[in-house]
């Protein structure tokens, strides 16, 4: 019953296919990742490790109810499963990011720049993450566009 979380996140996975991408299929490192999508696409990155596995359901339950407001803000959402990450990525998050290993969720909001904008240790709500996002210098000038 270890994984009695499994099936709940696959189906939110799958719901949010379009937005929602996993480490764990990449061929590429996560710093890879993200320096493509740097310049393009904000990233609200997200780690949870495997005994609190209800932090990532419930931000993906957020987010699957806004998908619009993710699209309108290019904002691409990556889901790190603690037990999934490969050892150079995880001393990629732990300097780059200062990961914590032992935290049991945390949320990196990353700027286009690939500047951290904001770190939750908490899912955030879409509404809050979309204000601080609209918040940004970068955001209101795509708006008057």
Do not use: C
């Not at 909001?109 to 908490?122: A, E, F, N, P, S």
């Amino acid at each position: 019953m270890r994984y009695h979380w499994l099936i709940p996140l696959i189906g939110l996975l799958i719901g949010l296919t379009p937005i929602m991408e996993s480490v764990a299929n990449q061929q590429k490192s996560l710093k890879a990742i993200l320096s493509e999508k740097k310049d393009h696409r904000r990233v609200l990155l997200l780690y949870g490790r495997d005994d609190a596995q209800h932090y990532l359901i419930e931000q993906q339950e957020s987010l699957n109810e806004a998908k619009d407001g993710l699209t309108e803000r290019d904002l691409d959402v990556i889901v790190i499963v603690a037990s999934e990450l490969q050892e150079p990525d995880r001393q990629f998050l732990m300097h780059d990011y200062k990961l914590v290993p032992s935290a049991d969720f945390i949320g990196w909001l990353i700027g286009k720049d690939g500047g951290v904008k904001q770190t939750y240790q908490k899912p955030v709500a879409s509404q809050d993450l979309f204000r601080t996002i609209d918040s940004m210098p970068m955001r209101k000038q795509e708006t008057k566009q």
